[in-house]
């Protein structure tokens, strides 16, 4: 986890880190101690905790996390009443958005989305620069879209989800899977995995590949096959522009050349289409298209974080 103090222009003036622990009292001792390490050496008034899970739509209340100990906890009250100052909860993902709409890549777009490519895949859609949040206040749920009938099977309870293929904890699914067919690729990877496969991590595999780890490379290149998500990204929500989150994908995932595999990559007949305008009126901002080969979609150009890993943290005094 990770406590900072941010102005008002954004600039991130102070940051404390600390491992997360497992329990819930644990968790939120960590969490008072380390908003306290920076309130000591900074002016603070209220503080928003961006947080990896299900949000309740009036942001006092964690549903669900699925990496956290909370459930249905009432944390924004607790964390206030210990802390002495107003508390706000957020998804990470929308916080991020929120930092990368008034600061950064999403800057002056009425229409964006972010799609974080992390530990699975986390997601926010910006319209008019305010926070969609559906029904229940937990849209929308990207990563848990289907791409593959009766695929990897996901803790969400379906199987084939996009995140189960194009995350951190999906490239590493796929360099397993590659090291069990091909244990004699990748002599530095097969090793760490014949101790425990669960060495074998995304932020392992990615730093493997940008090493020139062969089967690292392969499994990369897997991943970056699954850019054809944001193909319904894209049809669903025509933004004006896409981020890509900081995480194990942000810049190999943009920039890795997909593999390719006996597919149907039909494309509509080809005519005037509103993105290409968009591309000509923001080429300046680095907006363009991606193809539909090599696991590319037509659209808007997927861009990188200005804000980098920054960017949930950024956009906590927003929330």
Not at 22 to 43: I, S, W
Not at 183 to 203: C, F, I, K, M, N
Not at 261 to 289: L, M, Q
Not at 297 to 307: A, E, F, I
Request: proline share 7%; charged share 25%; glycine share 10%.
């Amino acid at each position: 986890m990770r406590a900072g103090v941010v102005d008002a222009r954004g600039s991130v003036l102070d940051t404390s880190r600390a491992p997360t622990p497992a329990g819930e009292r644990a968790l939120e001792d960590a969490l008072v101690a380390a908003v306290e390490e920076v309130a000591d050496r900074h002016a603070v008034n209220a503080v928003g905790l961006a947080v990896a899970g299900f949000i309740a739509s009036d942001r006092r209340t964690v549903r669900f996390a699925p990496h956290l100990a909370w459930r249905q906890a009432d944390v924004a009250d607790r964390m206030s009443d210990r802390l002495g100052m107003p508390v706000v909860l957020e998804h990470d993902a929308n916080a991020a958005a929120l930092a990368e709409h008034r600061f950064g890549a999403a800057r002056g777009a009425k229409t964006a989305v972010l799609v974080a490519i992390g530990t699975g895949i986390g997601a926010s859609l910006l319209l008019n620069g305010e926070v969609f949040r559906g029904a229940y206040g937990v849209a929308p749920e990207l990563g848990h879209l289907r791409v593959v009938p009766n695929g990897r099977p996901c803790p969400c309870g379906k199987n084939g989800c996009w995140e189960r293929y194009c995350s951190g904890t999906a490239l590493s699914a796929t360099a397993v899977e590659l090291l069990a067919k091909h244990p004699g690729v990748s002599t530095v990877l097969a090793r760490e995995a014949a101790g425990d496969s669960r060495a074998v991590t995304g932020r392992r595999v990615a730093g493997a590949a940008r090493d020139g780890d062969p089967l690292a490379k392969r499994a990369l290149a897997d991943l970056a096959r699954w850019r054809e998500g944001l193909a319904l990204v894209a049809d669903v929500y025509d933004p004006e522009v896409i981020v890509i989150g900081e995480g194990v994908g942000s810049p190999l995932f943009l920039t890795t050349p997909a593999s390719t595999t006996p597919r149907d990559r039909r494309r509509p007949p080809a005519g005037p289409h509103p993105h290409r305008a968009a591309r000509r009126r923001r080429r300046h901002r680095g907006r363009g298209d991606l193809g539909a080969r090599d696991g590319r979609v037509d659209g808007p150009q997927p861009l990188p974080p200005l804000l980098a890993a920054r960017s949930a943290l950024v956009g906590c005094p927003r929330l």
